[in-house]
């Protein structure tokens, strides 16, 4: 599929995925998901810095800075960004990753809770500010399917960031 990138602007709410590194995690996590991207998370920007807001196997959701781990690649997503959905969004930092979550996610189920898990965290985000993301079991949530479903409802193409010099933010 290929989508049309609307902008080289980094906003907030805006889905960065990272692609298998080829480590022992990142292989499993590509194998029973079936998908070349193993994490997902927000972009969040403050004072022309970028970070992002993600569920991670060590340490639950947190916040980091987005040029501590590139490349990444980023997917428009022109969600209305507002302060109760941040709120939100921030609300959530120090939980812990849902295991269970993750593994329920390889076998292709989708669990009946929202759970700390890097592709079910960002699609909550993305759906309260106004992504149409399925909820329901139509669809198993694995990073890679939320690239794809992100894309197709924005038709954003994936643009690669391999260094932060030059973003505008917005």
Not at 44 to 57: F, S
């Amino acid at each position: 599929m290929y989508y049309k990138f609307r902008s080289d602007n980094l906003a907030n709410g805006d889905l960065l995925a990272w692609k298998n590194d080829g480590t022992l995690l990142g292989n499993a996590i590509s194998y029973w998901t079936r998908g070349i991207y193993t994490h997902v998370g927000i972009a969040w920007t403050l004072h022309n810095r970028a970070y992002v807001i993600d569920a991670y196997h060590r340490g639950g959701v947190r916040l980091r800075y987005l040029g501590d781990d590139l490349p990444v690649n980023l997917i428009k997503t022109n969600i209305k960004w507002t302060k109760e959905l941040e709120d939100d969004a921030l609300s959530k930092l120090g939980r812990s990753y849902n295991y269970l979550g993750a593994a329920m996610l390889g076998f292709d189920i989708t669990p009946n809770y929202d759970s700390e898990v890097c592709s079910l965290y960002a699609a909550s985000i993305l759906r309260k500010g106004g992504l149409n993301i399925p909820k329901d079991k139509s669809i198993t949530l694995t990073p890679q399917k939320l690239v794809d479903k992100v894309c197709e409802l924005t038709s954003s193409e994936i643009k690669t960031i391999n260094n932060l010099k030059g973003l505008k933010y917005e």
